[in-house]
């Protein structure tokens, strides 16, 4: 059974930085498709950042609401997933997930929740304008 743990959240000011972590159990392969949500009160999940491993190859996929400002990675010999988070505005402000997919195509499931079978219980991030 995958289990997903988030942590890192906090509250900060519109323009700071902040690091979340997702720790990934009960898998013993490589991560390979995996990707960070973020829900706001009162409004649907939708997808952050996708992060898919080939044999040889990192994909990377963004909204483009956090272009340019978000970075998705990852470290196989820790088995954790990471969004570093710049230059922070309120509207980011959400309880933010981090999920698996076991599909065997992730770039078809994209940033599409019902894609995901696996989800962590989330960290809250707070910006203050």
């Known amino acids: 059974q995958v289990q997903l743990v988030e942590s890192g959240g906090g509250s900060v000011q519109s323009g700071g930085s902040l690091r979340l972590s997702c720790a990934v159990s009960?898998?013993?392969?490589?991560?390979?498709?995996m990707a960070w949500f973020r829900q706001a009160p009162g409004k649907e999940r939708e997808g952050v950042a996708q992060l898919t491993n080939s044999d040889t190859t990192t994909y990377t996929n963004y909204a483009d609401s956090v272009k340019g400002r978000f970075t998705i990675s990852q470290d196989d010999a820790r088995n954790t997933l990471y969004l570093q988070m710049n230059n922070l505005r309120p509207e980011d402000t959400a309880m933010y997930y981090c999920?698996?997919?076991?599909?065997?195509?992730?770039?078809?499931?994209?940033?599409?929740?019902?894609?995901?079978?696996?989800w962590g219980q989330g960290t809250q991030v707070t910006v203050a304008s």
């Open positions: 999920a698996q997919s076991a599909h065997w195509d992730c770039l078809a499931v994209k940033l599409i929740p019902s894609g995901y079978d696996y």
């Open positions: 009960g898998n013993t392969y490589r991560i390979r498709c």
